[in-house]
């Protein structure tokens, strides 16, 4: 999953000119861990357990960042744009946050090495959404529907509204898009507001539909989701959604990248 975040944040890279930085994190409590001689690694596939060498665990780290670098360099060939890879050593979050501005755009993966792909939300995900200061891509690879809409959902906080509303805006400026605006429920939209977003995102009126939120449950949410064919979410950090019970297990019912803005 990390591989296609690194292919799709190429591509947003070449369409927004922005530069692309790759992070490998050496993880020190791993390292660490392998330096008690009672330590064992049990093979996830085999079952096989043996010692936990700090000397293989240092060159295995070695040959994952020179793949991770070519990798990079791959997934950047088809665009030519500047891109850097950074390998640190530390906590995976806290070296990410060291690296990451405010108008900067993280993309990773929704699940990492230790899980399923669609099991759950991974560690470092969580940690970079709820502390990263500038917006978080969790990307899912999915079937992009031709006639497909950005779904932006929007509740009570202007100035959170109006950053989804920027990040929608830019996303759909390089593939044309309709979008939907998703409210919670009792919520509504002034007239002259609903233009002001419309003029914002750069769309016709007919291609700009507004929908009601009945419901924060999961399975609802992603129901209503698939009608609208959605291809991408895009939602604040403080937004209901998030911060309803089972917003977990939302993210990855949807199947769906998942734009985070603060």
């Known amino acids: 999953m990390s591989y296609a975040a690194l292919t799709a944040a190429a591509e947003i890279a070449a369409n927004t000119g922005a530069d692309l930085l790759g992070v490998f994190v050496e993880e020190q409590d791993l390292?660490?861990?392998?330096?008690?001689?009672?330590?064992?690694?049990?093979?996830?596939?085999?079952?096989?357990?043996?010692?936990?060498?700090?000397t293989g665990l240092e060159?295995?780290?070695?040959?994952l960042a020179h793949q991770v670098r070519r990798a990079l360099a791959s997934a950047v060939a088809p665009y030519g744009g500047r891109h850097t890879l950074s390998v640190v050593r530390g906590h995976v979050v806290d070296e990410v946050l060291a690296l990451a501005e405010p108008q900067d755009l993280l993309v990773l993966g929704r699940v990492g090495w230790s899980f399923a792909p669609g099991a759950r939300l991974g560690s470092t995900a969580k940690g970079l959404v709820r502390r990263s200061?500038?917006?978080v891509l969790l990307w899912c690879e999915n079937r992009i529907l031709p006639q497909g809409r950005?779904?932006?959902?929007?509740?009570?906080?202007?100035?959170?509204?109006?950053?989804a509303v920027t990040a929608a805006a830019e996303m759909i400026r390089h593939s044309?898009?309709?979008v939907t605006?998703?409210?919670g429920a009792g919520s509504d939209i002034p007239s002259e507001d609903l233009q002001g977003i419309q003029r914002n995102l750069?769309?016709?009126?007919?291609?700009?539909?507004?929908?009601?939120?009945?419901?924060?449950?999961?399975?609802f949410v992603a129901?209503?989701?698939?009608?609208?064919?959605?291809?991408?979410?895009?939602?604040?950090?403080?937004?209901?959604?998030?911060?309803?019970?089972?917003?977990?297990?939302l993210l990855v019912a949807l199947n769906l990248p998942v734009t985070v803005t603060p």
């Open 31 to 54: 390292l660490r861990s392998a330096g008690f001689g009672f330590s064992r690694e049990v093979g996830a596939s085999s079952g096989i357990s043996h010692p936990f060498d700090p």
């Open 59 to 63: 060159q295995r780290m070695q040959r």
């Open 133 to 135: 200061p500038g917006r």
């Open 150 to 163: 950005v779904v932006v959902f929007l509740n009570d906080h202007k100035e959170a509204n109006s950053r």
């Open 176 to 178: 044309y898009r309709p």
């Open 181 to 183: 605006l998703l409210l």
């Open 202 to 219: 750069g769309i016709q009126e007919s291609d700009l539909r507004v929908r009601s939120l009945a419901s924060t449950d999961p399975v």
């Open 223 to 249: 129901r209503l989701l698939s009608q609208e064919k959605a291809v991408q979410l895009i939602l604040s950090r403080g937004c209901a959604l998030l911060q309803a019970p089972g917003a977990e297990e």
